[in-house]
T-cell receptor
Framework: DGGITQSPKYLFRKEGQNVTLSCEQN?????MYWYRQDPGQGLRLIYY???????QKGDIAEGYSVSREKKESFPLTVTSAQKNPTAFYLC?????????????FGDGTRLSIL | SQKIEQNSEALNIQEGKTATLTCNYT??????LQWYRQDPGRGPVFLLL?????KEKRKERLKVTFDTTLKQSLFHITASQPADSATYLC???????????FGSGTRLSIRP
């Protein structure tokens, strides 16, 4: 069954701590994306990757970092520099960089501050 | 910068009626417009895509229109059912960009 798996579903971060959110896809998609969703707001793009070993900053990249060492994996690290990390984080993928193709989403990770 | 406006208020519809959701945008018309459904605590699920040269697209009980003059897309669900209750997001895609821009969504409730 193809899809995107995000883990964990819930995550808590302590002050000054970095945390990493996992995103794995078995759809053989080239492009992957990380979004942040806050209540009453649309999805905001954090980072995206169109191919292995390459990624670009989105609209709100400050305080976040990513890597794309494998086609199927695109982990997101929320660093201590991100002062307001509480949000719902969504990972998505699409077959290629063309934005005329639908994005497939995981079921998200909800990050909270301890 | 591009702005997308979706009904900020929740939409409450009687079962069996047609639900119509609006997506308005400013500035440049997108090459593509997509609609997604999102249930609470879940990721969005793709529903339909319409291109700028298409006026209308249908899929089962769903219909999307795209008017580049009005800078608006309408999303219709006919014969609505309680199971259609969810938040619906529109997203704009531009040929010159590798990313799409999402609206904040409209929450739809279908009452029996």
């Amino acid at each position: 069954d193809g899809g995107i798996t995000q883990s964990p579903k819930y995550l808590f971060r302590k002050e000054g701590q970095n945390v990493t959110l996992s995103c794995e896809q078995n759809l053989n998609h080239d492009a992957m994306y990380w979004y942040r969703q806050d209540p009453g707001q649309g999805l905001r793009l954090i980072y995206y990757s169109q191919i292995v070993n390459d990624f670009q900053k989105g609209d709100i990249a400050e305080g976040y970092s990513v890597s794309r060492e494998k086609k199927e994996s695109f982990p997101l690290t929320v660093t201590s520099a991100q002062k307001n990390p509480t949000a719902f984080y969504l990972c998505a993928s699409s077959p290629s960089r063309d934005n005329n193709q639908p994005q497939h989403f995981g079921d998200g990770t909800r990050l909270s501050i301890l | 910068s591009q702005k997308i406006e979706q009904n900020s208020e929740a939409l409450n519809i009687q079962e069996g009626k047609t639900a119509t959701l609006t997506c308005n945008y400013t500035n440049y018309s997108p090459a593509y417009l997509q609609w997604y459904r999102q249930d609470p605590g879940r990721g969005p699920v793709f529903l339909l895509l319409i291109r700028e040269n298409e006026k209308e697209k249908r899929k089962e009980r769903l219909k999307v229109t795209f008017d580049t003059t009005l800078k608006q897309s309408l999303f219709h669900i006919t014969a609505s059912q309680p199971a259609d209750s969810a938040t619906y997001l529109c997203a704009l895609g531009y040929s010159s960009a590798s990313k799409i821009i999402f609206g904040s969504g409209t929450r739809l409730s279908i009452r029996p």
